[in-house]
Nanobody, 125 residues
Framework: QVQLVESGGGLVQAGGSLRLSCAASGRTFSTYTMGWFRQVPGKEREFVAGISWSGDLNPVYADSVKDRFIISRDNAKNTMYLQMNSLKPDDTAIYCC?????????????????WGQGTQVTVSS
């Protein structure tokens, strides 16, 4: 089992940057494919980015964040990151990290077994 805790959210002006972290407990972190999702009230949770368990596959990004966000992981630290650049007001949401067993990166939120509580990101115009 994996427990996930996000950090790094906050308030930033449009065009600014934030770096989110997702700290995982458990000795098997390196065997999980990881993802970042985001959600705003009244909308479904949407996929943002995903990274394979070993990082050997190319990361996958939602079109809305491609070329602005970078996902990475450090298995030695049991931590995943999301570097968010050129932030826009539309990026405002609660960002959650998630984990799933398996090597393949899947954009479907229902494929993920474990979730963090989320961290709020607010981008002002």
């Amino acid at each position: 089992q994996v427990q996930l805790v996000e950090s790094g959210g906050g308030l930033v002006q449009a065009g600014g940057s934030l770096r989110l972290s997702c700290a995982a407990s458990g000795r098997t972190f390196s065997t999980y494919t990881m993802g970042w999702f985001r959600q705003v009230p009244g909308k479904e949770r949407e996929f943002v980015a995903g990274i394979s368990w070993s990082g050997d596959l190319n990361p996958v990004y939602a079109d809305s964040v491609k070329d602005r966000f970078i996902i990475s992981r450090d298995n030695a630290k049991n931590t995943m990151y999301l570097q968010m650049n050129s932030l826009k007001p539309d990026d405002t949401a609660i960002y959650c990290c998630a984990a799933r067993r398996g090597r393949i990166i899947i954009m479907d939120r229902n494929a993920y077994n474990y979730w963090g509580q989320g961290t709020q990101v607010t981008v002002s115009s």
